[in-house]
């Protein structure tokens, strides 16, 4: 599957895989690439049979942000009609999504400025050792409006994300790993094939459980603690209502899982 030639599609068991195919900019995101990336997501979202995204650039790097040629040309990315009512696609595409399903970024070369956002969005990020996250467009007065000052505080705190945004430093592999950007830190060329371990893992979990937890701890922000607490609360009885946590419970007592085993292992 195809969409606007420069977004590929593939579907491995339950697993969504989502391209950026632009490899000879450093798969920069112009318009059509964006809505391209927003309507995948959606795709994804939609499809009950798919489980887990994940999101990577083709070639050497997931995404060196929107492309600045395009806007000087001025066939820049969609900044027009994006407002609270408006939450569906952002500049970069996706990035005013709140899907119910987790997306995980596989990270080779460079995250940076809108694929830093981008990268930012996904729910985990499998970065390679020679991965480079950084607010680039810093240097060219482009201001991060898919998500990055808020995104980023959010995960690695208020101190580390200001020295990102203000600075625009490159923060290598390692140090996004040490830092808490980065999930997982693997080999140079192994980001895709680990996020793919990593999503066959987690399609082999309970899927209502972890997707309403999930959608707690997203609900939880802005929200006092007794809301938030309101809010999981409600998330977990529909768990309960749902069977699983009977299925799982049964499963237990039969004795496998026990001492933290996976259910899955040989």
Known sequence: MSLADTVTTTIENETFLVGINRPEIRNAVDRPTADALADAMAAFDGNEDLKIAILYGVGEHFCAGADLKAIALGSGNRIENISKTDLKNGPMGPTRMTLSKPVIAAVEGYAVAGGLELALWCDLRVA???????????????????????????????????????????????????????????????????????????????????????????????????????????????????????????????????????????
């Open 128 to 266: 390679a050792e020679n991965a480079t996250f950084g607010v680039f467009c810093r240097r060219f007065g482009v201001p991060l409006i898919d998500g990055g000052t808020v995104r980023l505080p959010r995960l690695i705190g208020q101190s580390r994300a200001m020295d990102m945004i203000l600075t625009g430093r490159p923060i290598a592999g390692p140090e996004a790993h040490q830092i808490g950007l980065a999930n997982r830190l693997v080999p140079d060329g192994e980001a895709l094939n680990a996020a793919k371990a990593l999503a066959k893992e987690l399609c082999a979990l309970p899927q209502t459980c972890m997707r309403h937890d999930r959608a707690s701890s997203l609900a939880q922000w802005g929200l006092s603690e007794i809301d938030a607490l309101s809010v999981e609360f409600d998330f977990g009885r529909k768990t309960l209502e749902s069977g699983e946590t009977l299925d799982g419970a049964t499963t237990f007592n039969d004795g496998a899982g026990r001492s933290g085993k996976s259910l899955n292992s040989d």
